[in-house]
């Protein structure tokens, strides 16, 4: 069985430096050229998913424990209660106008379960639990949004679109890395060149990680400056 920490990745003391530096290659890069930087959100999925599974292979896969129960209770009432309540005064407390808050509020209810998995790997938090929990709060997600869009704003959201949005999420970030790390996990304890491979894929994780950060900025800084400049003159 592969076995592996994040000890031996002589990036991890450096890992802040080295995500800072890619947020301002990226910022720069997006500002200097962005008819090319805008391009790259293309490339933030299928990075992001290479992340998931470079994660997934230093996990032994084969044996997830069963749930935790005192993590799930408290990622349950962190995600669905307290959160919640964070953002409906957070959205009142600021003049805020009715699309801003509708976005923030989309950003703050649905957060990225993807990411969740990878900060929850980097500090060395319970990984097996997360990657366990994961598909319980992505369905507790589609459940209560709606809800909790209509209890802030008195409007449904488009199930639909939120339907399709957790099945993308689903399949992209959890079932199709996990799915390759079991079988990664397999062969790799039959064939030592794809044990090698696995060995090298494993130490990818945080350029990975400071790759996804540089695409995210690189390909949206453009349009945010946009949109700032734009209520700056508006307000003024």
Not at 91 to 98: C, Q, S
């Amino acid at each position: 069985m592969i076995s592996f920490s994040i000890e031996r990745y002589q990036f991890e003391k450096y890992q802040f430096l080295i995500y800072f530096l890619s947020m301002i290659l990226g910022i720069f890069l997006g500002l200097k050229y962005p008819d090319i930087a805008t391009n790259f959100g293309i490339l933030i999925y299928p990075v992001l998913c290479l992340l998931l599974y470079s994660i997934f292979i230093q996990i032994n896969l084969l044996q997830i424990p069963k749930l935790n129960y005192k993590f799930m209770f408290s990622n349950l009432v962190g995600n669905f209660i307290f959160i919640p309540l964070f953002v409906y005064f957070a959205i009142n407390i600021y003049p805020l106008d009715f699309y801003t808050k509708f976005v923030v509020a989309l950003v703050l209810l649905v957060p990225c379960t993807d990411w969740f998995i990878t900060f929850s790997y980097l500090g060395k938090a319970d990984i097996k639990s997360a990657i366990a929990i994961n598909p319980i709060i992505l369905l507790l997600q589609f459940l209560f949004l709606p809800l909790y869009i209509f209890l802030m704003f008195g409007q449904w959201i488009d199930r639909e679109i939120l339907h399709t949005r957790v099945i993308q999420s689903f399949l992209w970030f959890i079932f199709l890395p996990f799915f390759l790390g079991v079988v990664t996990q397999i062969l790799s304890n039959k064939i030592d060149y794809v044990n090698k491979f696995a060995d090298f894929i494993s130490r990818l994780s945080i350029p990975l990680v400071a790759i996804t950060v540089f695409l995210i900025f690189s390909s949206n800084i453009n349009f945010l400056q946009s949109e700032f400049a734009d209520k700056i003159k508006y307000e003024f």
